[in-house]
């Protein structure tokens, strides 16, 4: 412990006297015509815009949850212009400490790692003009809250706000989100806190555990103090508050306290362990003493995260690549590893888990279509929904809880709800609202103590054309032998030599309907949901690929 702390003094030392880690030098940009018409909305007003290139917008922007206008970063795929109907995920990369929205563009070489590839990256601010940067959270500020409100501006704002000026896939199969340092930290904590958005995560030499492990919880209190205090220049406990007494919130925006609402998503960790390697300048050691001793830090958060997931039994992909200082060569070859299989979690995003958990500390909160309010004591507790899908839920926590479901159910029809809760075992017959949910509300602890209620819920289920998308609640099965599903391959006008398809692995008939579009045999007995890939090539030679995830009703032939 005593190593861990004296590694944080000098690293936060080293943060405020010579070139930021993790900050790019400034360069030109030149002009390019205007690639995408923004306007103000959800909460966002626009102070300038310029298109750099045929690729890059440059955006400033004002909110009410920031003190001062930040500057976000926009890189369009190749082609965004001449496709106007064609739609993109979008990658959501976050730079680290005393670092700006354009440090991806100048130092990370995003612009050729993502050079031909069908996703548009968002880089905004995460700090003010390149101060320590806000730790992505809406500031404790002594009890008072923000401004700034770092994850309200990212994760309430942006994220719809993109969603509305761009064409982008706008739910979770078409998010991700990463970032390296502190941006890593960041990356993985929205991650945690609100899964239903993104389908993938990655983090850079991050900070992916603050609170949990004993070791690294004295490391992060350090660097984060420092930071707020050196840095941002702002009183101590700023951020999470002081580190004892508000504890609860350290670990409420900890991913490491949160490991279990990451389940079903695909995970990247990459970190070295400070000892200067290939891409380190000559006397790394000396000279770049800052990058050696915080990346000593992040390398055991990381490594006590990846710990955690592997103890949970949550899958992750783990790149230690031992030598490697905190420093912009190995951020750009991380990103260079990661953009090839983030493509391919695009191409067949991961299902949404069934049945859903969720850890949180907040007194209410949305997650997978189930909304969880709390009437308690304390503003900040962890409760834990577990089990959840159409047929029930188990909610732990105390105060009187009010659950609503997501809309799974057919409207108007009559639930019969059984509760196990506090106040005892009842029976209660409830109303299906018109959109399909239905709202329960029951006694759990009292205030400072914990207990767990089970309901079970028997209900027509709704529709499956009209389930709620990424609830958790698989729909009813509707299978018909012989369906067919009609598939575009590749873009527009292309022309087809060659056609395969797959539903779930197995090859199954396909036939061409005109121009691009092919039609895939997936009738028959019910299997469930299943990815359904068509390859192509096309009369030039390119290859091309349609994928759909879908519930398919059986392979034929």
Not at 40 to 62: M, N, P
Request: glycine share 14%; proline share 7%.
């Amino acid at each position: 412990m005593r190593r861990a702390t004296a590694v944080a003094v000098a690293a936060a030392a080293a943060l405020g006297v010579g070139p930021a880690v993790g900050s790019a030098a400034a360069d030109g940009a030149g002009a390019g015509a205007a690639v995408a018409a923004v306007r103000d909305g959800d909460g966002l007003r626009i102070v300038s815009r310029r298109a750099l290139d045929d690729r890059q917008l440059d955006l400033r922007v004002a909110t009410s949850a920031l003190r001062q206008p930040v500057d976000v970063r926009v890189l369009l795929p190749d082609g965004y212009a001449r496709h106007p109907d064609r739609r993109y995920p979008v990658l959501y990369l976050f730079h680290g400490t005393s670092g700006r929205a354009s440090d991806w563009v100048k130092a990370g070489d995003v612009e050729a790692t993502t050079a031909g590839r069908p996703v548009i990256v968002v880089m905004p601010d995460a700090g003010y003009d390149g101060d320590g940067g806000g730790w992505f959270a809406d500031w404790f500020n002594g009890g008072r809250g923000g401004p700034p409100k770092w994850e309200t501006f990212h994760i309430g704002q942006l994220v719809p706000w993109v969603d509305g000026n761009l064409r982008t896939i706008a739910d979770r199969r078409g998010r991700a989100v990463a970032g390296l340092s502190q941006g890593g930290f960041g990356a993985m904590t929205y991650a945690a806190r609100h899964p239903d958005m993104f389908s993938s995560v990655a983090s850079f030499s991050g900070a992916p555990e603050i609170t949990r492990d004993p070791v690294v919880s004295l490391g992060a209190m350090g660097i984060v103090e420092a930071i707020t205090v050196g840095l941002d220049q702002q009183p101590y406990g700023s951020i999470f508050g002081d580190r004892f007494a508000n504890a609860i919130n350290w670990q409420g925006h900890d991913p490491g306290m949160l490991v279990e609402n990451l389940r079903g998503m695909r995970i990247g960790l990459w970190t070295a362990s400070g000892i200067p390697g290939d891409l380190d300048a000559p006397l790394a050691l000396v000279t770049g003493l800052p990058g050696v001793l915080i990346e000593q830090l992040t390398h055991l958060s990381t490594g006590a995260f990846k710990r955690h997931l592997d103890e949970a039994g949550i899958p992750s992909s783990y790149d230690d690549y031992v030598y490697g200082t905190h420093v912009w060569p190995y951020w750009a070859r991380d990103l260079k590893a990661h953009i090839g299989p983030l493509m391919q979690t695009f191409a067949d995003p991961p299902p949404a888990p069934s049945p859903v958990s969720y850890r949180s500390i907040d007194r209410s909160w949305t997650q997978w279509g189930w909304k969880v309010a709390f009437d308690r004591a304390a503003a900040q507790e962890f409760s834990v929904l577990s089990a959840a899908d159409r047929h029930g839920f188990a909610l732990e926590g105390s105060g009187i809880a009010t659950v609503t479901t997501p809309a799974a159910y057919a409207p108007g029809t009559v639930a019969r709800v059984r509760i196990g809760a506090a106040d005892g075992e009842r029976s209660e017959r409830l109303r299906v609202d018109p959109a399909g949910r239905v709202r329960i509300t029951f006694q759990l602890a009292p205030a400072g103590g914990s207990a767990t209620a089970r309901v079970v819920i028997v209900a027509a289920p709704k529709p499956a054309a009209a389930a709620s998308p990424g609830s958790g609640i698989a729909p009813a099965a509707v299978c018909r032998a012989g369906r067919w599903l009609t598939l575009r391959v590749g873009p527009r006008g292309a022309r087809l030599r060659s056609v395969r398809a797959s539903v779930g692995g197995h090859r199954v008939r396909v036939r061409r309907a005109g121009g691009n579009r092919v039609r895939v045999a997936v009738g028959g007995r019910p299997i469930g949901r299943r990815t359904v890939r068509v390859t192509a090539r096309g009369v030039d030679g390119r290859p091309l690929t349609a994928v759909r995830r879908m519930r398919t009703c059986g392979a034929q032939g």
